[in-house]
């Protein structure tokens, strides 16, 4: 008989713990407006920390000349304004409707490294409005990673 009341204290602890974390979850703002709390903001930037120091390049695959800094001004005009700002020291249009927000490069400029922009810039970030664009080379990516940092040579 004993054993009959030992079997759902578990039960019960798991149901406690389980409408816990239902409670937590209803009271988290998961709309586009809200802005992410610090554990949200923390494991997301040690996630992306780890995966990108897994692909560090070795030395920056290109040359740096004006023709291609002004290519890299104008792609970043194009495909990257709308979010992260075209004017500088004005906020993007779309800045407020993304979650997380986009950094604005016009107010201020990325603190590299530029391996790690251009990797970014390539290959996208998920579960955030930073979308890959395999489409450039990786040249191009570099040079736009010089445009949001404000330089016309690589930081390590």
């Known amino acids: ?16 713990g389980v409408g816990a974390l239902g409670a937590a ?3 988290i703002d998961m709309t586009a407006e809200a802005e992410p709390s610090w554990v949200e903001t923390r494991l997301a930037q040690t996630l992306l920390h ?3 120091g897994a692909h560090r390049p070795t030395k920056p695959p290109l040359s740096v000349n004006e023709e291609d ?15 992260h700002g075209v004017r500088r020291g004005k906020e993007a249009p779309l800045a407020k409707s ?6 604005q490069f016009t107010i201020q400029a990325s ?18 409005g930073m979308p890959a664009f395999p489409g450039f080379s990786e040249a191009e990516s570099w040079h736009l990673a010089l445009y949001v940092e404000g330089r016309t040579q690589p930081k390590e």
């Open 50 to 52: 780890v995966k990108l």
């Open 25 to 27: 979850f209803a009271a």
């Open 111 to 128: 603190l590299g490294p530029t391996w790690r922009d251009a990797y970014v810039i390539q290959h996208g970030i998920r579960w955030s």
């Open 1 to 16: 008989m004993a054993s009959q009341y030992k079997r759902p204290i578990p039960l019960l602890l798991i149901a406690a």
């Open 69 to 83: 800094l002004q290519k890299a001004t104008d792609i970043y005009e194009q495909q990257c304004g709308f979010c």
């Open 98 to 103: 993304l979650s997380p927000r986009p950094p």
